[in-house]
């Protein structure tokens, strides 16, 4: 799970909001365009094509607009450009698998950075907290749950992506998809290779 920076709300999202005042995200059905260019723009300029969720690339066609906070139990945030981010469709985990749950310990890839609470186990392929105790710990436990980032297929892609990429770690570049992974390998080089 990465930080997502989001930059400025574009302008043709402030001047659809001006034009059209809607009261509910489902409204936006109407307007398909501006969803398309919205998931565009965030792919594109603050995701580099990625779901900052689980890491796995996306495009316009497999993802989907997330409010990070709910928009059934924040509905005033629905249009709230901070609140959204692109996401992947992936039926067991990330946006569907968090669907409308909320927790105020979930971690929010906009105000906080994700690394700071959680980490990878080499052996497995799976997120685990970062910190065994404490309010970090909570935070990180609560996030790999709403979000499944230990759904089966996606640990196995991480743990088969350690072991194709140990002996090559030093060539990593560090975008694209699993980047924090890759983050964490050239941290902790020596003890991936001994693995």
Not at 39 to 56: G, N, V
Not at 87 to 114: H, M, T, Y
Request: charged content about 30%; aromatic content about 12%; glycine content about 4%.
């Amino acid at each position: 799970m990465f930080k997502v920076n989001k930059t400025a709300e574009p302008k043709f999202f402030q001047e659809f909001k001006k034009k059209h005042s809607l009261s509910n995200w489902n409204q936006y059905d109407s307007y398909r365009y501006i969803k398309q260019q919205l998931r565009e723009y965030s792919l594109f300029e603050e995701q580099e094509l990625c779901c900052p969720y689980c890491e796995i690339e996306i495009d316009v066609d497999t993802s989907e607009t997330e409010h990070i906070k709910p928009k059934d139990i924040f509905p005033n945030e629905f249009q709230d450009f901070n609140n959204l981010i692109v996401a992947c469709k992936s039926s067991k985990r990330c946006g569907n698998s968090k669907g409308s749950q909320w927790s105020s310990d979930f971690i929010n890839p906009v105000l906080e950075n994700p690394q700071d609470f959680l980490t990878y186990d080499i052996k497995t392929g799976e997120v685990r907290p970062k910190n065994s105790i404490g309010t970090d710990y909570e935070k990180a436990k609560v996030t790999i749950d709403i979000l499944n980032l230990n759904d089966k297929r996606l640990a196995e892609a991480r743990k088969n992506f350690i072991l194709g990429n140990k002996y090559s770690i030093d060539y990593l570049e560090p975008e694209g998809e699993f980047r924090t992974l890759k983050e964490f390998m050239i941290e902790n080089k020596d003890s991936i290779t001994s693995v």
